[in-house]
């Protein structure tokens, strides 16, 4: 059984930054990718960010490219989500979520994950 638990949110000023962390159980971390998505009040959860198994690729969807930046320590069996410029638009629950097979670079689609964190709440004011 893999578990994931986030940490790293909070409430943040417009413009201001946050970097969330998500730490995996298990001793197949390494060869799984693993994404971020986010579910905001009233709102479907969506996605955010993948990064495949080894960190050498990402995908970004475009309302987040260019302000944050995923990355992966597979010693640590960790992944991050650095979050910069933050809006007001941001503010959701993050998810880090397994990849459900590692066969998958960098999936983007719920179905494509088998593993979720409980969540983590970021805020940000105006």
């Known amino acids: 059984q893999v578990q994931l638990v986030e940490s790293g949110g909070g409430l943040v000023q417009a413009g201001g930054s946050l970097r969330l962390s998500c730490a995996a159980s298990?001793?197949?971390?390494?060869?799984?990718?693993m994404g971020w998505f986010r579910q905001a009040p009233g709102k479907e959860r969506e996605f955010v960010v993948a990064?495949?198994?080894?960190?050498?690729?990402?995908y970004y969807a475009d309302s987040v490219k260019g302000r944050f930046t995923i990355s992966r320590d597979n010693a640590k069996n960790t992944v991050y989500l650095q979050m910069n410029s933050l809006k007001p638009e941001d503010t959701a629950v993050y998810y880090c979520?397994?990849?459900?097979?590692?066969?998958?670079?960098?999936?983007?689609?719920?179905?494509?994950?088998?593993?979720w964190g409980q969540g983590t709440q970021v805020t940000v004011s105006s």
């Open positions: 990064i495949s198994w080894s960190g050498g690729s990402t």
């Open positions: 979520a397994r990849a459900g097979s590692y066969y998958y670079t960098t999936p983007t689609r719920m179905d494509e994950y088998n593993y």
């Open positions: 298990g001793r197949t971390f390494s060869r799984y990718a």
